[in-house]
């Protein structure tokens, strides 16, 4: 049985204190930012999109410790991805932060961030890279925020 509190710790703070892939990418031709005010987290996400598959990704950023290491856990596993691998990948991460459920199979650094959903004020630290990403895939030009303007 895998400890989650743990893995979430050693993952987490790895991440916040050595971010993978932190700056900015001259060779990025889609570029998506996202907000979180409740937490004042920001990420700036640098994509080079060759065809369809994400050659690179890197981002800056500032905010909470999980953000950062959530985007750096980000940069690792969309690189070299298709777009629809991404948007399959991004769409499990999500599931796993709001939900907490791993399956035992895909027990990797990214579960970790399932260990979030104990703590429901950090999901949307945790999500917000991930958003922020499909939005530079995607194009969409409008930053990804935590908080919608109208609900
Ligand atoms: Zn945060």
């Not at 399956?103 to 399932?114: G, I, N, Q, R």
């Amino acid at each position: 049985m895998h400890d989650l509190t743990d893995l979430y710790q050693t993952v987490i703070l790895d991440h916040n204190r050595r971010p993978r892939n932190y700056r900015v990418l001259p060779t990025a031709n889609r570029v998506g930012s996202g907000n979180n005010p409740l937490c004042g987290d920001e990420v700036t996400i640098y994509v080079e999109l060759d065809g369809d598959r994400i050659k690179d990704v890197t981002f800056q950023g500032s905010g909470c410790a999980i953000s950062q290491a959530s985007a750096s856990l980000m940069t690792l596993n969309l690189k070299g991805r298709t777009i629809p691998e991404a948007e399959a990948i991004a769409g499990d991460v999500l599931k796993l932060i709001t939900s907490g459920d791993v399956k035992d199979d895909e027990f990797s650094d990214l579960s970790a961030l399932a260990g979030v959903h104990q703590f429901p004020a950090r999901i949307k630290c945790a999500t917000l890279s991930w958003h922020a990403a499909l939005n530079a895939v995607h194009g969409e030009p409008a930053p990804a925020t935590t908080e919608k303007t109208s609900d």
